[in-house]
């Protein structure tokens, strides 16, 4: 068997133990396929969730390979009230998922098209453990010989350039992925001054 059916084989068999609510299906639709982010690689699932009543509706799995083994995950773990077999998955932390995001913006820029990304950095700021984050901004950013930044400051002059750019600003206000209401001066200077806080 090759490794690429192995791997199909071990997120349909992680669906199939998602089904432990008699009342709730959960089926894989449509195929697998390739994350299609800027800097960031793995799967994703289309599924389909179906109440007893026939109510439907679509979501999707993001899943990744851990491979920064010096960062914890946090284990998540599906319904295991209903089942003695509960399926479960490591998931990154919140730090680590605030670097990834502040990584790719740091090498794209005002290109970056991950709108929502700001949003979600605008979110975790006030929810961070620093010592984590620390080890987490070592292992993406400063320890790593594709990024420039090699210290908090080379971070926060770069963040500050990229959000003072008025195109890169109008299309973060404007996006269709914007879940939050709060200006965009507002989200913008939450994060720089958590970011200064850092330093």
């Not at 284990?75 to 990834?100: R, V």
């Not at 740091?106 to 290109?111: A, H, P, Q, V």
């Not at 453990?129 to 926060?156: A, H, P, Q």
Request: proline share 1%.
């Amino acid at each position: 068997m090759s490794g690429h059916s192995t791997r199909s084989d071990s997120k349909e068999q992680f669906i199939r133990k998602l089904n432990c609510l008699p009342d709730i299906s959960i089926e894989r639709i449509g195929k697998i396929t390739e994350l299609d982010q800027q800097d960031h690689h793995g799967k994703s699932v289309k599924i389909l969730i179906t109440d007893q009543t026939g109510t439907s509706m679509e979501s999707k799995i993001d899943l990744g390979v851990h491979k920064r083994l010096e960062i914890e995950q946090e284990e998540y773990c599906f319904d295991i009230a209903y089942s003695n077999e509960g399926a479960s998955l490591l998931i990154n932390s919140k730090e680590q998922i605030f670097t990834e995001k502040l990584r790719s913006l740091l090498k794209f820029g005002s290109f970056s098209t991950r709108y929502k990304d700001i949003y979600d950095m605008y979110y975790h700021c006030d929810k961070l453990d620093k010592d984590k984050l620390m080890v987490c901004l070592d292992s993406y950013i400063f320890l790593d010989e594709g990024m420039r930044e090699n210290d908090m400051s080379d971070i926060i002059r770069r963040i500050t350039k990229v959000f003072q750019n008025k195109t890169y600003r109008s299309k973060i206000d404007s996006s269709d992925k914007r879940w939050l209401d709060e200006s965009i001066d507002e989200i913008f200077e939450k994060i720089l001054s958590f970011l200064n806080r850092m330093a």
